[in-house]
């Protein structure tokens, strides 16, 4: 079970207090979009062995929704940020990247 | 004249700690950016506003930090109607939202020196690192609560009403004697 | 024969005897004891039958790893089977009784499996029972179920009696283990300021050196041990638990660890087992290691035991396996079991050691003590019927042909190296190395289960981490089998896991039938897969298998270690959650008088509603029907409180609003109410509910009783993780209103009666309406909505006042008829009306044009959320179900959920359907069955007769027709 530690609240719990959202960094696809772009965004997932960008909301706490950059492989969190961006920071990116040298990028 | 009731209708246990309801409690949430809000508090209840998962208590009630754009005023019952009014006059045509939720919720009073094994027992948090004045929102059993530290032995856990009987009667269960643990000395 | 010794026993008190049953007979044992200890102490050496072959059993272990001494604990609602009995401590009256036999323990008639046992072979339930199919439902499989198993499971009518609980603990360190390793690494931490958690899952600390006498420190093991107990006792933040193993340890540092609080006291008032969740910063395994058994034939007879559990028996509990008990070893360490039988007096026919010569330090004060060391030497099978008798002997390197000796003994000690405990570093991925002078697998330090931080959490120390304590010893000889080159028929009587029946035959039998991996033999021949886990197989099967696949050892690999280390129980895993707080059951603040009036409940949710309120002599049927009847003739009540109440405030609250819903909130007046659509992405149905406009910039959304949270959440997410820059507030005051529907042609009379300030008149108050005042002195607000298609208010006020409010409408209504009804009438009354309900008619594949809701889809709005998923291929066919309304031609009612069968099969050779029914109920106000349903182009199909299958396998004919059954006009609920 996992350990989180939320950004809004500065709160560090088990996992129980919060509820996983899925992959993070989605772009919304609406009416306009082709079937492709659609598909994209409503099922296609990286489902990545390694590095993941995931949604999490602390929803037995603050209920604030964060983002976490966590390995699938090891359960290692490389670190939790705001929900309100497109992509990571570049320092957490630079984090990974010295944890992970072999890790592709965002 | 119909009277407020509160959920637990004066319930009390007493075991390992005291339970007790608190009893009809107004409460006011307040949504907005915190200095904002911070501002209305100082105007209307002379509070100051709580710094991150702190309580600020005075006169007139207490402010909790609730998360990083909502705050929890807990004040006499039936005030809560009125300083709900004038905080939403102080506030103005601001970017802010104030509403009366004392009847959404129940309070419950632990007391003892063993509250903290207690309420371990139903609650995943650290109780080493939960000076008095601070407030952790978390789950209570299976239902989300928040819990405050009033002092060395005595705590105020809030939780909806709905569920105030579940909480009260989970809080009894493992309060019973001979569940004495001595993890917090 | 087993028996207690005149002096001695360091954990016993002689002053205090108990006296316990076993099968229904009384034996005596002391405080201190364990069960085990009691029985061997009284010579009770069979103590159960095995799983497969009903062969007598005896103890072979002193600890957690016995696999044989199962018993069924305790009676009534305290009975417990499959209770280990070296980790069960006596105390005065226990019941125990042995399992797995019939009629008898001494006579059992599955011990004919036993004579039989060439005929059940590894695999033998696959290969045999397979086909055909019918047989294994019909004979097979409950013959052997009477046939197999262990003990019997507690009576269905008993409620265990005891009560269970659970904390959440934190530490810098948690020490698993309290022996000398795990004492020290305590000390060390605590010493360094941490908090440190340090458990220990027998009652006593010390492990093994306190029962071989070392020395720890320059001090005798037992006087460190209690030192550095007072110490760690005294010190802040340092928490000791006996009686507590760590089950488990699992991602992130957490581990669970289990407290058998009051095992040795039942009855007390206290809890039996307390479940311990602690997140840890580091992990110490000071688990130990566990003595390896030898695989010769007859090794599973009561009276072979571990050289290292005679030792623990005689110093612990002053109890010896036998008048006479033979060694047989691979390495030093049993010598020291031939010196502490021979300190208490016991005779020691000989250490039988299978290594070429037995030459270090201890052989050599065995030699000594005048004891016979036989080298280079195996049992080649071991004598008796249901207890040992005796050993015949073989040199080590033969095949078991030739007896060099035979020696008389009624017990053997026997030893064939240490594994380490390993479990718990390998539970959350820590992988293993092979020490290839020790033949065990230990913790490879270079690759650690991982934490948060990226980095090693969990330690081992001490034997768990294959630090044997053995130095100077001469090096043991790996054994796996005995003799080395046995022959069939001694390989076939030597167990390798005697809890599974598992033999060394069987292990090599799945071998030649092709199974290469170590996972798929354990399946296959189920050794290790008994409740012991394989603690004492494991490795020794390993071995077997690496030989028969002609491998290394590291080569084939262990099986998967997975939590727990031992069973722990239910109710530790229940913790308090039974009984009236299982789980959370939400009431209403009307809850009460609704129980009072003996209520029959519905679950929605964690929420209890009424279904109906039943009269003495009514049936939930009639209920139901009197209630509709009353609630359309006259008035009724309803507590809605459960309706989910979302406040959406702030200067982007329409817009926010227009994206949420399938129709245009923004353009509502304040003061007015509307009817909303709320989809997924994919445009199917989600939630439904009345929104009114409060004020310029706040709209209170209701959602449906069990949407509140979901749909709350659901705001959250869009207003923080994708239109973030909206300026936009969710309150959720759905427990801060009690709200009552109050319905009926007399509805109006009612609310004007209980006084106030609000016009309720038809001119000042229409439909689809709300406004803010009091009824008598309560603040309420009034919806003036419909769910029924009667005149209808549905009025919020504080929750604190609701009793107040429903209580005042039964006595005002009394004059007007009013009655309370429940779920049941309001679902029948919506389906009157051909109204939805989310649940019924939506099942997260329905979007709303399938159920003639179109009309609540924006045309204008450029986007809202499901727009896009709506127009895609599938949903804009022409071929799709769509919501009817259907009427039995026999008045009957329509099962529910029936399908309405094609001819022809699908291609998974299913029935072909077209259509299903969503909702079906007699109505009261029609005298007859009424149902809604979707059906492939349902709409186009009016006064279609359709077929529906009913539960008997017929059908039932029934004519589509409009889903509104009731006033279509609209005529009753706009008065
Ligand atoms: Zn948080």
Known sequence: MLLLSCPCCGVTAEETEFANGGEAHLKRFGPGSTDAEYEAYMFARKNPRGVHFERWRHAYGCGKWFLMARDTMTLEVYGTYKAQTTEPPAELQAHIKARRPEWEGF | ?185 | MSHRLGTGGRLIDRARPMDFTFNGKTMRGYAGDTLAAALLGAGQVLVGRSFKYHRPRGIMASGAEEPNALVGLGEGQRYEPNQRVTTTELFPGLKASSQNHWPSLEFDVGAINAKLWRFFPAGFYYKTFIAPRPFWKHLYEPIIRRSAGLGRAPDAETHDADRYEQIYAFCDVLVAGGGIAGLKAAREAADAGKRVILVEQTAHFGGRAVVDGLEVEGQGAEAWVAAQLAALSSMPGVTVLSRTMVSGVYDHGYALAYQRIADHTPGAEKPRHRLWRIRAGQIVSATGAIERPLSFAGNDLPGVMLASAVRDYVVNWAVSPGKSVAVVTNNDDAYRTALALHAVGIKVPAVIDARREATGDLPARVRAAGIRVIEDAAIRHVEGGKAVTGVALCRFNSDGGAVIETLSCDALAMSGGWSPVVHLWSHCGGKLLWNEAGAFFRPDPARPPLGADGKGFVTCVGAANGELGNEGEAPMLPVWLMPAQASYDLRAKAWLDPQNDVKVSDVQLAAQEGYASVEHTKRYTTLGMATDQGKLSNINGLAILSDALGQPIPQTGTTTFRPPYTPISLGAIAGEARGGIFQPLRKTPIYDWHAARGAHWEPVGYWRRPYCYPKAGETHAQAVSREINQTRKAVGILDASTLGKLVVKGPDAGRFLDMLYTNVMSTLKVGKCRYGLMCNENGFLSDDGVVARLSEDTWLCHTTSGGADRIHAWMEDWLQCEWWDWKVHVVNLTEQFAQIAVVGPKARALLEKLGGDMDLSAAAFPFMDWKEGHLGDIPARIFRISFSGELSYEVAVPAGQGLALWERLMEAGAEFGVAPYGTEALHVMRAEKGFIMIGDETDGTVIPQDLGLGWAISKKKADFLGKRGMEREAMVSADRWQLVGLETLDGSVLPDGALAPLPGKNDNGQQETQGRVTSTYFSPTLGKGIAMGLLHKGPARMGEVVQFQNASGGTVAARVVDPCFYDKAGEKQNV
Request: charged share 15%.
């Open chain 2, 1 to 185: 004249m119909s009277e407020a009731v509160s959920a637990l209708a004066g319930a009390r246990g007493s075991g390992l700690v005291e339970l007790a309801d608190a009893g009809v409690t107004g409460m006011i949430t307040l949504r907005g950016d915190l200095p904002l809000l911070g501002g209305a508090l100082e105007s209307v209840l002379g509070l100051g506003l709580p710094g991150q998962r702190q309580v600020v208590t005075g006169q007139r009630g207490q402010v909790l930090w609730m998360s990083p754009d909502e705050l929890l005023i807990v004040l006499p019952y039936a005030e809560a109607p009125g300083v709900a009014a004038a905080l939403s006059a102080a506030l103005g045509d601001a970017f802010a939202t104030v509403a009366v939720v004392s009847d959404a919720r129940a309070l419950i009073t632990v007391t003892g020196a063993q509250a903290r094994d207690v309420l371990a027992k139903l609650m995943p948090v650290d109780f080493a690192d939960f000076p008095v004045a601070s407030v952790r929102r978390t789950r209570a059993a299976q239902v989300a609560a928040a819990l405050w530290r009033e002092s060395e032995t005595e705590w105020k856990l809030v939780c909806f009403r709905s569920v105030a009987s579940y909480v009260f009667e989970a809080l009894a269960t493992v309060a019973q004697p001979g569940g004495e643990v001595g993890l917090y000395r």
